[in-house]
Every structure is written in C-alpha cells, then in structure tokens.
C-alpha cells in the first residue's frame, strides 16, 4: 500500500516532467523559426540563449528532484542533455535560414551551469537544515 500523499507527489512528479517536455518543445521551435518570423525581444540573442538554458536547467533538474535523483545523477544529466542539445540545437539552425553560432552555445552552457549551480545550492542548504532538523 501506498503512503498518504504519494498520490499527490506522483501528480507532481509528472506535472513537472510535462512542464519540462513542454517547456523544450517551444525552445525547439522558437530556435528553429525563419529569422524573419521572430519578433524582438528586446534583449541581446546571448541573454536570451543564456536565460532559456537557465530556464531548461531549471525545469530539468526540479523534475529530476521530484523523481528522488541524486545529485550526482542530476548534474550529469543535465549537463550532458542540455550541453548536447545546445550543440545539435545550433547545428541544426542552418537548416532554417538561421545561423549556428559557437558564442550562442557558450551562452546556453553559461545558462545551464549557472542554473544548476544555483538550484544544486538550494537543494543542498534545503538538505543540510532537513539533517539538522531531524537531529534536534
């Protein structure tokens, strides 16, 4: 038999993998448009790469918490999906009129390992005072 809440926390765990799924379909498709189809977002292209992979990572690794991953895992997952991916997603780009660009890769690195870094932090701290709490 299942515990209390575990239904609750399978909705979630789902919910956050469908988000992710969704979220890289509609980076997919907004980096394979025509040049001429993309409005201005009224930012440099680097920000924009660098918050998009940023908001990758963040959605990668969250559903990857939910799912119980350790860190190790987590970070190796996700630098080597979203790494691999920034790389085919810019080699790809020509195929659409767009240009591939090693400088936009960098960008979507510097948005993954920032992110990463970031919630691996939080996670961490999170971790450290749930220790200490059950110590007291």
């Known amino acids: 038999m299942k515990p209390p809440g575990d239904k609750g926390r399978s909705r979630a765990r789902w919910a956050m ?6 979220a890289w379909f509609g980076a997919f498709v907004a980096t394979h448009l ?7 977002i009224h930012m440099s292209d680097k920000t924009a790469h660098c918050i998009g992979y940023g908001v990758l990572a963040t959605l990668l690794v969250g ?10 895992f987590r970070i190796v997952l996700t630098l080597g999906i979203l790494l691999t991916y ?13 240009w ?3 400088w936009d ?5 510097t948005g993954v390992v920032v ?11 999170a971790d450290v005072l749930r220790r200490r709490n059950r110590a007291v």
Do not use: K, M, N
Not at 34 to 40: A, F, K, L, R
Not at 86 to 98: N, S
Not at 105 to 109: G, I
């Open 17 to 22: 993998l469908t988000v992710f799924v969704i």
């Open 34 to 40: 025509p040049p001429e189809d993309i409005s201005d």
């Open 63 to 72: 559903t990857l918490i939910f799912f119980g991953r350790t860190r190790v």
């Open 86 to 98: 920034g790389a085919v997603d810019e080699l790809t780009q020509p195929l659409f009129g767009r």
């Open 100 to 102: 591939a660009s090693f």
């Open 105 to 109: 890769w960098v960008a979507d690195a």
């Open 115 to 125: 992110a990463l870094a970031f919630w691996e932090t939080v996670q961490y701290c």
